[in-house]
């Protein structure tokens, strides 16, 4: 599995824009990158999921590096739910089925 | 996606007793993951059931301790044996509906005294 290194914490104020760094230097060159949060006293919930381009979806942006060797989540405009524990994982492509395996991830603070 | 519907929510037990957790979908999924997650720490893998074969475990969990079963595609348990006060944490099931349709359970919180 490859690593992934991702600051312990981040704080942000409210409406403003997040962007959560993840470090995967030995990531395979067939694995996703995947990112779930977890809010507090809840399970991980799906965010957003890039193999090379920029992806959008309704909860947030993924930009990945051009070697890939790093990505980053964005929210757009923080709010005091996005308070979680954000994770990136990555995950090869195939047709068997995979186990997700959580790195230490990173809390994000939202502030009012 | 699917829902997950796990029992009980928490529950606090003394040590040397067992205690089952049931975790219920609603749609028929092939695997079911089983994960701990202890106090203020990341989740951790316990192991992998399928339906109709014995649940694969990960490396520092064994199934007399941690026994699960997985009678049918929509149901699984995992059992939480001979509890001591270490094994005070949350366990969550999941399962995978798509490449990116991982669904998790609210959790069990279980606090051993």
């Known amino acids: 599995d490859a690593k992934t290194t991702q600051p312990n914490s981040m704080e942000s104020n409210e409406e403003e824009p997040v962007h959560l760094p993840c470090n995967h230097s030995?990531?395979?060159?067939?694995?996703?990158i995947h990112w779930y949060r977890q809010l507090p006293s809840q399970g991980p919930e799906y965010v957003i999921h890039?193999?090379?381009s920029n992806v959008n979806n309704r909860m947030a942006s993924l930009a990945i590096a051009e070697d890939r060797k790093s990505s980053t989540l964005i929210l757009h405009r923080a709010t005091l739910r996005d308070a979680a524990v954000y994770y990136c994982?990555?995950?090869?492509?195939?047709?068997?089925?995979?186990?997700?395996?959580f790195g230490t991830g990173t809390r994000l603070l939202v502030s009012p | 996606s699917a829902v997950i519907s796990q029992k009980p929510s928490r529950d606090i037990c003394q040590r040397g007793t067992s205690l089952t957790i049931q975790c219920q979908v609603d749609s028929q999924v092939t695997m079911m993951f089983w994960y701990r997650q202890q106090p203020g720490q990341s989740l951790t893998l316990i192991a992998t059931?399928?339906?109709?074969?014995?649940?694969?475990?990960e490396s520092g969990f064994v199934i007399d301790k941690f026994p699960i079963s997985r009678p049918n595609l929509t149901f699984s348990t995992l059992t939480v044996s001979n509890m001591s006060p270490e094994d005070s944490s949350i366990y969550l099931c999941?399962?995978?509906?798509?490449?990116?349709?991982?669904?998790f359970g609210s959790g069990t919180r279980l606090t051993v005294v």
């Open positions: 994982i990555p995950l090869a492509m195939n047709t068997g089925f995979q186990k997700l395996v």
């Open positions: 890039g193999l090379t």
């Open positions: 030995t990531i395979s060159g067939t694995d996703y």
């Open positions: 059931a399928n339906q109709g074969s014995e649940a694969t475990y």
């Open positions: 999941s399962v995978q509906l798509s490449f990116y349709g991982y669904t």
